[in-house]
């Protein structure tokens, strides 16, 4: 049995303010002054430091909206002078896809490194666009032994990247063949290329070494390169430009070139410069990407990295297609083809939350990349300024490499110990057999048709974003 993995999370502070969801309106002037106070008997101290705030003239928006929402305080107020608020600065973050509690969601996680848990409940719909339709089967929570990152059962959350032989032959109890190389990471995540937006100052830098330290893959366009540190090495995969002989990256364990024309050519080249260097394929998903990743792959390629776009949808003039269905499409086709076993391939694109790198796995990835996420854990806003050459207003640039390691690393701590919670409820010990598990996931639409389709015939509209 390998040795378990586990990541060290301590609490991170932020630099900055965060705008938090809830907050408590007090209508003061009705207050009959109790002595048993229900502001005193809140158990997340929020009053304590309203106090401590107004001693030391911070105002009141750095406390205002912290409430958890469990709406202890609402409810017996004796006098009914407390009401539950949203924060409307706080309903103004993120964009159409990264909705403002993905945005506080993981800024807790960062700052943290603990699992959020909603005081007052989800009062959302219970499902929606893309990852939102899909339910995964929690019906192996039960049993004691199953119970996450408490159970007494080994989860291992590490994959193979490379291609795998599809027989073993043995001449006289010797093995035949040659295996060829694999490498494996421990979560089924690989960090992306940052968006050319958010490479400034020190965040490139505190993105390797969490990578390096916790013995991820970081994928780095070969011209941001730099004098990487030795140990540095096994854990950068370049990305290599268009006609480029990757002569520099020998010692990487793994490329990756752009799709091509010529592409096969290309592949054979860098094998012949180094046989033990993986070379990965990136494809761009599309409504035929599943015929060129079949082709790939019975070409010989052994690992083909499917990009979406930051939304997670495909390339499509019409009604484009998430993430969730153009991997179970490509994952369908190399079944059939009876190649899936012979290849990794890596998804990449609208992966925003722990859960949707289960739920992408669980479609047919062996593992995704994730970017935005990692720019949210040192407190990005995505207010989009740095697009339009503005000033960030978080000054995040100039993030101090330590306090922006941890924070980094205590997202990763959380992702880690949801991704145990999953599987352990879902029964599964091996992320390796969580790929293409469908049947541990149940899909809106299919429940749909199965209970109303007899009456109400096909859905008109599909859930889009």
């Not at 930051?310 to 009604?319: C, I, K, L, T």
């Not at 179970?328 to 290849?343: I, Q, S």
């Not at 949210?376 to 993030?399: D, K, M, Q, V, Y």
């Amino acid at each position: 049995m390998p040795e378990k993995y586990h990541i060290h999370t301590h609490p991170e502070a932020p630099r900055f303010r965060i705008e938090g969801k809830l907050g408590i309106v007090d209508w003061r002037e009705d207050c009959a002054s109790c002595q048993n106070c229900v502001k005193k008997g809140c158990v997340y101290d929020i009053y304590k430091e309203e106090t401590t705030a107004l001693h030391e003239e911070r105002g009141y928006l750095d406390y205002i909206y912290k409430c958890k929402g469990c709406l202890t305080c609402v409810q017996n107020c004796t006098k009914n002078i407390l009401t539950r608020v949203v924060n409307t600065e706080y309903e103004r973050l993120g964009d159409d896809y990264y909705k403002p509690e993905i945005l506080l969601t993981t800024w807790f996680q960062a700052e943290t490194g603990s699992i959020p848990v909603s005081g007052c409940g989800y009062g959302g719909p219970f499902s929606g666009p893309g990852f939102d339709s899909m339910w995964t089967d929690m019906s192996e929570i039960v049993r004691p032994t199953r119970d996450g990152i408490h159970g007494r059962e080994y989860i291992n959350t590490s994959v193979d990247i490379g291609r795998k032989l599809n027989h073993l032959s043995f001449n006289d109890g010797e093995l035949d063949v040659k295996s060829p190389p694999i490498i494996s990471s421990p979560l089924p995540l690989m960090f992306a290329e940052l968006p050319v937006n958010w490479l400034r100052g020190s965040v490139p830098g505190i993105l390797a070494n969490v990578a390096k330290n916790l013995g991820l893959f970081s994928i780095v366009r070969e011209n941001e390169i730099g004098d990487q540190d030795a140990s540095m090495v096994n854990t950068v995969i370049p990305l290599l430009n268009n006609g480029s002989n990757g002569d520099s990256f020998v010692d990487s364990p793994m490329v990756i070139i752009p799709d091509s024309p010529d592409v096969l050519n290309t592949v054979e080249s860098l094998k012949n410069a180094k046989a033990e260097r993986i070379v990965a394929v990136r494809v761009m998903a599309s409504p035929s990407v599943a015929g060129r990743v079949v082709s790939l792959v019975g070409a010989g390629v052994e690992v083909v990295n499917l990009v979406h776009d930051r939304s997670g949808r495909e390339d499509a003039p019409d009604s484009p297609r998430h993430v969730r269905d153009v991997v179970r499409d490509v994952h369908g086709a190399l079944l059939k083809a009876g190649t899936r076993d012979e290849m990794t391939l890596i998804s990449s694109g609208g992966i925003a939350l722990p859960e949707h790198m289960t739920k992408a796995v669980i479609c047919g990835a062996d593992l995704v990349t994730i970017d935005i996420p990692l720019l949210l854990a040192i407190e990005c806003r995505l207010c989009g300024e740095c697009e339009h050459g503005n000033p960030c207003s978080i000054r995040l640039e100039e993030t101090e490499k330590e306090y922006g390691t941890q924070r980094v690393t205590n997202l990763m701590g959380t992702w880690h110990n949801q991704l145990l919670e999953m599987m352990g409820a879902m029964g599964i010990r091996e992320a390796r057999r969580l790929r293409g598990e469908t049947g541990r996931c149940m899909f809106v639409e299919d429940l749909e048709k199965q209970a109303f389709g007899r009456l109400f015939g096909k859905r008109k509209t599909d859930y889009v974003i």
